[in-house]
């Protein structure tokens, strides 16, 4: 069973950094491109970074600059590396594969208080 587990949010002030973690099991993501969601309370769930072999890495024009994608397929693991943080990037962070999204997992919690 193919499964991705978030993890790395928290509480953080203004300016303040994070990294979150996708742990990918039952499939390798080596070769498979793979996205970072943002939910906000209220709000739709979307795009804010993606990347992989052959397709490039894009940022939603809001966190350009502030947030690093990346993976350590060794670990079949995607990061995202998140500074100079604000109010508005709270909210629930997933992961999953563009082209064959599968459920969605728990996502991890971030809040940024000002």
């Known amino acids: 069973q193919v499964q991705l587990v978030e993890s790395g949010g928290g509480l953080v002030q203004a300016g303040g950094s994070l990294r979150l973690s996708c742990v990918a099991s039952?499939?390798?993501?080596?070769?498979?491109?793979m996205e970072w969601y943002h939910q906000s309370p209220g709000n739709v769930r979307v795009w804010v970074a993606n990347?992989?072999?052959?397709?490039?890495?894009y940022y939603r024009d809001s966190v350009k600059g502030r947030f690093t994608i990346s993976r350590d397929n060794a670990k079949n693991t995607l990061y995202l590396e998140m500074n100079s943080l604000k109010p508005e990037d709270s909210g629930t962070y997933y992961c999953?594969?563009?082209?064959?999204?599968?459920?969605w997992g728990q996502g991890t919690q971030v809040t940024v208080s000002s």
């Open positions: 999953n594969f563009i082209s064959q999204p599968i459920s």
């Open positions: 039952g499939i390798d993501i080596s070769r498979l491109a």
């Open positions: 990347n992989g072999p052959s397709y490039g890495t």
